[in-house]
């Protein structure tokens, strides 16, 4: 290995303890007991699909078989063979060995590694083949789903991010490897995080699979994690599945994998007590959630560093009233144009536009978009509800209300491409779930949380300013430390 590949740093790679046990049961093509069925979980950045990549590409370029890699999406099925093409240009042995197509450029591959299939000599006219089949459809209908990988035939299977693929599309998956089962060469390994309790958990308890599992713990000893770290990160979300390798309980995922994200106990905690007296800190900022009828309300919530209220609710439908309305309160509780965010989704846009008219220019939230970090979260609705989440995590506080229990019936799990998903309105509705619109008027003051760093140090020069007038009222005469003598 160390004379072969290298890491990131361009140093011989040093596999860890457990990567050199993945990458020799993919090598050998089993685990050390025989068994032809690999199970593999390992926390977030272990290094996992790296190691793959290194065992796949030395076995498919020195033996005359075919290796398909699948994913939940074609974005994540690359990951390994972007992998792939990297370590094959690391030594002569592998380089050696790769077949170009008429036309190909070794350069430009090596370059921009968006090759889906290749194909290695290895010897008396034989090759070997690894190529990548995603598992999401063109159709979106649900009847097509997994029919990508229909038509095709390998004996060595690698299912990344396996949790993601749903049980019909793991289905179709291992019927490629079913025609090589008879003689004893089908090969299967799945790779991921416990995100579901699916047919990837079905294989965590399945006898006939190999378990190699490296949670928190194993990094830390094989000296990739810090404790210190391991702490910070226990705070952050899917901790259980992205470094403890925890399955979910049954009682906390749904059938379709959705996960609650605000408990009871922790609404209850950031209620404000009876004889509490708690009042906003630095810059105010509104939300607007606005009512699309039937028994819907329109809200406007109020939220600064500390604490979040209920302003109003109504169900009034006319939509110049409800501008005119939030122009009033913008007034009336000193909340800037850049500060107030208003839901323009459907009759939103209403409420907007005479308001920018006007000149009051707040900003319009399609919770639809693309979210600021498109890498954590697939739209802009996962974001902001969990930067509302990270707030109350934080110690933020709420009204005292019931309303905020609404916070309760958002449910989120990870999509096709690992990112934070929340259920949208639609899908809420379907299930017989009511409008969260004061929750909802509520996420939307998370718009813009990027801000909050300068409010917290604003709000601290204004105290510490406030301190040192109180003091100067309090003292007689100049002090060497206010530039007197």
């Known amino acids: 290995m160390r004379t072969l590949y290298k890491n990131d740093w361009n140093e011989p790679f040093e596999l860890t303890e457990t990567q050199n046990i993945i990458f020799d049961c993919i090598f050998k093509k089993q685990s050390p007991d025989g068994r032809r069925r690999i199970h593999i979980e390992t926390y977030t950045q272990y290094g996992k699909s790296d190691t793959v990549s290194m065992g796949v590409l030395t076995r498919a370029s020195t033996f005359p078989e075919k290796w398909v890699i699948t994913a939940p999406s074609a974005a994540k ?25 008429e ?18 000599n290895t010897g008396n006219n034989t090759v070997g083949e690894i190529f990548i089949v ?27 991010e396996s949790a993601l693929l749903d049980d019909q599309i793991d289905a ?25 309790r699916n047919h990837f958990l079905t294989s965590f308890k399945d006898p006939a699979y190999f378990k190699i599992v490296a949670d928190y713990e194993v990094g830390i000893r094989e000296g990739r994690l810090s404790k210190e770290f391991v702490e910070e990160m226990r705070k952050k979300p899917f901790f259980g599945v992205l470094y403890d390798c925890k399955f979910p309980n049954a009682d906390e995922i749904d059938s379709r994998g959705w996960t609650q994200m605000f408990s009871e106990e922790l609404i209850q905690r950031a209620r404000v007590k009876p004889g509490e007296d708690i009042k906003h800190a630095g810059m105010k900022r509104l939300g607007n959630d606005i009512a699309r009828g039937g028994s819907n309300f ?33 007034e009336s509780e000193s909340i800037d144009d850049y500060n107030t965010f208003i839901d323009e989704v ?76 929340v259920m ?14 004061v929750a909802d ?29 109180q003091e100067a009222k309090g003292n007689r005469g100049l002090k060497h430390r206010m530039g007197g003598y």
């Open 77 to 101: 099925a690359k990951i390994i063979m972007g992998d792939v093409i990297k370590h094959c240009f690391e030594n002569e042995y592998t380089m050696s060995r790769l077949r170009l197509e």
């Open 298 to 330: 329109t809200t406007w919530i109020i939220r600064s560093l500390n604490y979040a209220s209920i302003l109003a609710k109504s169900q009034m439908d006319n939509l110049s009233e409800i501008a005119a309305q939030t122009a009033l309160y913008m």
């Open 346 to 421: 459907g009759v939103g846009g209403g409420v907007v536009d005479p308001l920018k008219k006007d000149g009051i220019k707040v900003i319009a939230v399609n919770v639809g978009n693309r979210a600021t970090n498109e890498i954590r979260f697939a739209n802009q609705r996962a974001e902001v509800y969990w930067n509302l989440y990270e707030w109350l995590m934080k110690g933020g506080r709420l009204s005292d209300s019931d309303d905020w229990y609404q916070l309760c019936d958002i449910k989120y799990k990870p999509d096709d491409k690992g990112r934070i998903k």
């Open 424 to 437: 949208g309105k639609e899908e809420m509705r379907a299930l017989g779930i009511d409008s969260p619109d």
């Open 134 to 160: 995603s598992a999401e459809s063109k159709v979106k209908r649900q009847e097509d789903i997994g029919n990508s990988l229909m038509g095709f035939g390998a004996p060595n299977l690698i299912e990344d």
């Open 441 to 469: 008027g509520l996420s939307l003051t998370f718009v813009r949380p990027s801000s909050e760093a300068m409010e917290v140090r604003d709000l601290m020069r204004r105290r510490k300013r406030e301190k040192l007038k």
């Open 172 to 196: 179709k998956a291992m019927r490629m490897v079913g025609g090589f089962s008879a003689q004893g060469l089908d090969f299967v390994v799945k790779i991921g995080n416990p995100f579901r």
């Open 103 to 120: 036309g190909e450029n070794m350069e430009m591959l090596r370059r921009e590694r968006s090759k889906n299939r290749l194909t290695f």
